[in-house]
């Protein structure tokens, strides 16, 4: 009952119903196609099909943004006249559309055939005592969308990730969990020389608390003052030890002067490339599904994105690490 979902290179369900979405996001398995879904190990691509107020109830887009979470590539719905006699966006992507996709969909799974990728993503926390730690508000949502993508396209993904909340497949990725900055780095230094790609995508507490109290601190004085250290700075350090053909990729979120800040930390961290979020961007930043990017290169070029979903932006980040170093 599994070998469907194991046989297959893709999945594709056209047109997909709101009730097999429904069933697909929840993890529901009571027929064939929900049991080859769930047993699937291969990408998956879904074009919905229904009546347009269906497809714009927030039920099913919720539905719809938890299966692109889970690297599935769904494929909107175009407008026209729809079996109820009303007209709006509903009908099942045209199939020669659908087969363009698929097209460019194989063709450029091969672009990163057999390369090794590894990427940090999450927060990282760094404890104070035993119950209590020091850490920021990133989701990993970027640092998933760009696994999925370079899974997708034909890579094999390392992933060293925070404490994240998300629900993701790991099973598809060689998955490492840590919790401190000095844990990630660790890990990253075992992997960082059989890599061609890193993709420091973590936001890494720059400090942390100088020592860890072994007991719950308890509440007494009126203040309490914490003495910080400096972390070590993972990309920073294993940017030293780059070597030709392997490409380092950063990311920077800034809150002013956005684009000399970026640009001292790529020629500081030795990336080939920095991805820049912008926190006074609407639609950017950390916990939100969409993102808007400024991408800066070694050589000295840049490109912007249009706010997107992340899935998107990772696909553009790609594509622009494709043509790095003598890209952008
Ligand atoms: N980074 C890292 N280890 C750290 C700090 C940052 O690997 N200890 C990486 C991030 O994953 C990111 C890049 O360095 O790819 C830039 O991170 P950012 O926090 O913007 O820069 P910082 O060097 O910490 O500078 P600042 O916080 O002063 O802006």
Redesign the pocket.
Not at 5 to 12: H, P, S
Not at 13 to 22: D, L, Q, W, Y
Not at 94 to 114: G, H, M, V, Y
């Given at each position: 009952h599994v070998e469907l979902g194991l046989w297959a290179d893709l999945f594709l369900v056209a047109p997909i119903t709101a009730n097999s979405i429904a069933k697909f996001a929840n993890g529901l398995c009571d027929n064939l196609l929900t049991a080859t879904y769930l047993s699937a190990r291969c990408p998956v691509i879904l074009a919905p099909a229904m009546d347009l107020d269906m497809f714009q109830h927030p039920s099913v887009q919720a539905n719809l943004a938890k299966l692109n979470s889970f690297g599935n590539n769904i494929l909107d719905p175009e407008s026209g006249e729809l079996a109820s006699g009303l007209s709006g966006q509903g009908r099942m992507m045209e199939p020669e559309n659908i087969l363009k996709r698929l097209e460019k969909f194989f063709k450029d799974r091969e672009d990163f055939k057999k390369k090794k990728v590894l990427i940090?993503m999450g927060p990282?926390q760094e404890a104070l005592d035993p119950v209590r730690f020091i850490s920021n508000h990133s989701s990993g949502k970027m640092g998933i969308a760009l696994a999925n993508a370079f899974r997708n396209r034909g890579a094999e993904v390392y992933v060293i990730s925070g404490p994240i909340s998300l629900k993701v497949d790991k099973e598809s990725f060689h998955w490492k969990d840590v919790k401190s900055?000095k844990e990630?780095?660790h890990e990253?230094k075992l992997l960082q020389a059989k890599m061609d790609i890193c993709?420091?995508?973590?936001?890494?507490?720059?400090y942390a608390p100088a020592e860890i109290a072994p007991e719950k601190i308890k509440k007494s004085d009126s203040e309490l003052t914490i003495k910080m250290v400096?972390?070590?700075?993972?990309?920073?350090?294993?940017g030293k030890i780059k070597k030709p053909g392997q490409l380092h990729?950063?990311?920077?979120?800034?809150t002013e002067n956005e684009a000399e800040?970026?640009k001292a930390?790529l020629d500081?961290?030795n990336?080939d490339l920095?991805?820049l979020n912008s926190m006074k961007e609407s639609g950017a930043g950390f916990q939100v599904d969409t993102n808007r990017v400024h991408i800066y290169g070694s050589g000295g070029g840049s490109i912007s994105s249009e706010v997107a979903e992340k899935s998107k932006i990772a696909e553009l980040i790609l594509d622009q690490i494709k043509l790095a170093p003598i890209g952008v």
């Amino acid at each position: 009952h599994v070998e469907l979902g194991l046989w297959a290179d893709l999945f594709l369900v056209a047109p997909i119903t709101a009730n097999s979405i429904a069933k697909f996001a929840n993890g529901l398995c009571d027929n064939l196609l929900t049991a080859t879904y769930l047993s699937a190990r291969c990408p998956v691509i879904l074009a919905p099909a229904m009546d347009l107020d269906m497809f714009q109830h927030p039920s099913v887009q919720a539905n719809l943004a938890k299966l692109n979470s889970f690297g599935n590539n769904i494929l909107d719905p175009e407008s026209g006249e729809l079996a109820s006699g009303l007209s709006g966006q509903g009908r099942m992507m045209e199939p020669e559309n659908i087969l363009k996709r698929l097209e460019k969909f194989f063709k450029d799974r091969e672009d990163f055939k057999k390369k090794k990728v590894l990427i940090t993503m999450g927060p990282t926390q760094e404890a104070l005592d035993p119950v209590r730690f020091i850490s920021n508000h990133s989701s990993g949502k970027m640092g998933i969308a760009l696994a999925n993508a370079f899974r997708n396209r034909g890579a094999e993904v390392y992933v060293i990730s925070g404490p994240i909340s998300l629900k993701v497949d790991k099973e598809s990725f060689h998955w490492k969990d840590v919790k401190s900055a000095k844990e990630m780095y660790h890990e990253a230094k075992l992997l960082q020389a059989k890599m061609d790609i890193c993709v420091f995508a973590a936001a890494v507490a720059d400090y942390a608390p100088a020592e860890i109290a072994p007991e719950k601190i308890k509440k007494s004085d009126s203040e309490l003052t914490i003495k910080m250290v400096k972390n070590v700075d993972i990309a920073f350090e294993l940017g030293k030890i780059k070597k030709p053909g392997q490409l380092h990729i950063g990311f920077a979120l800034e809150t002013e002067n956005e684009a000399e800040n970026a640009k001292a930390k790529l020629d500081k961290k030795n990336f080939d490339l920095i991805v820049l979020n912008s926190m006074k961007e609407s639609g950017a930043g950390f916990q939100v599904d969409t993102n808007r990017v400024h991408i800066y290169g070694s050589g000295g070029g840049s490109i912007s994105s249009e706010v997107a979903e992340k899935s998107k932006i990772a696909e553009l980040i790609l594509d622009q690490i494709k043509l790095a170093p003598i890209g952008v």
